[in-house]
T-cell receptor
Framework: KQEVTQIPAALSVPEGENLVLNCSFTDSAIYNLQWFRQDPGKGLTSLLLIQSSQREQTSGRLNASLDKSSGRSTLYIAASQPGDSATYLCAVVSGNTPLVFGKGTRLSVIA | GAGVSQSPSNKVTEKGKDVELRCDPISGHTALYWYRQSLGQGLEFLIYFQGNSAPDKSGLPSDRFSAERTGGSVSTLTIQRTQQEDSAVYLC????????????????FGQGTRLTVV
């Protein structure tokens, strides 16, 4: 059974810092991996999708990498801003379950 | 529509009552997914639809939970005889193609329905 773990559970950084969020998964036979953002009381917003054959994807200040063989992905956020404060969720598609989620990293960027 | 729409946004119900949650996917999206997010927990997969069919119902927590999709569009998740442990945010997502068969397909989520059973 696929399990997804995200570390750290919470992170607080000053504005302007670069930061890395980690995601690991137990079964490396994934089809793709998706990073989401969730603001308090809101739904999920898709940030980046990495197919299993890809190594990384970039969107603006966000860069997500995938090392499928080691079961890891990282989300890099450059020059963090207070508006980046949210919970970041990692999810993988594998087996017969559409998306298996981690519990997320709650990020606070302090002005 | 512009995005995935869920209604109601909030629902408070008494224990033992039945509730219906509605999801309107993005127009043209063939696949639809239901998840549950309990306080302090990750998202738990419930069921997904390809068209009007649900290939995998194994995530439904009990036989009090059921879901249907009609016309390849709107879906309803029904919880019968609600219990306090059913309190959670119920999230719906849709994708253009099934995530399990089209590897570059993104899932788009609605704002969720917050269900509180008192």
């Amino acid at each position: 059974k696929q399990e997804v773990t995200q570390i750290p559970a919470a992170l607080s950084v000053p504005e302007g810092e670069n930061l890395v969020l980690n995601c690991s998964f137990t079964d490396s036979a994934i089809y793709n991996l998706q990073w989401f953002r969730q603001d308090p009381g809101k739904g999920l917003t898709s940030l980046l999708l990495i197919q299993s054959s890809q190594r990384e994807q970039t969107s603006g200040r966000l860069n997500a990498s995938l090392d499928k063989s080691s079961g890891r992905s990282t989300l890099y956020i450059a020059a963090s801003q207070p508006g980046d404060s949210a919970t970041y969720l990692c999810a993988v598609v594998s087996g017969n379950t559409p998306l298996v989620f981690g519990k997320g990293t709650r990020l606070s960027v302090i002005a | 529509g512009a995005g995935v729409s869920q209604s109601p946004s909030n629902k408070v119900t008494e224990k033992g009552k039945d509730v219906e949650l509605r999801c309107d996917p993005i127009s043209g999206h063939t696949a639809l997914y239901w998840y549950r997010q309990s306080l302090g927990q990750g998202l738990e997969f419930l069921i997904y639809f390809q068209g009007n069919s649900a290939p995998d119902k194994s995530g439904l927590p009990s036989d009090r939970f059921s879901a249907e999709r009609t016309g390849g569009s709107v879906s309803t998740l029904t919880i019968q005889r609600t219990q306090q442990e059913d309190s959670a945010v119920y999230l719906c997502a849709s994708s253009l193609d099934p995530i399990l068969t089209q590897l570059n397909t993104e899932a788009f989520f609605g704002q969720g329905t917050r269900l509180t059973v008192v």
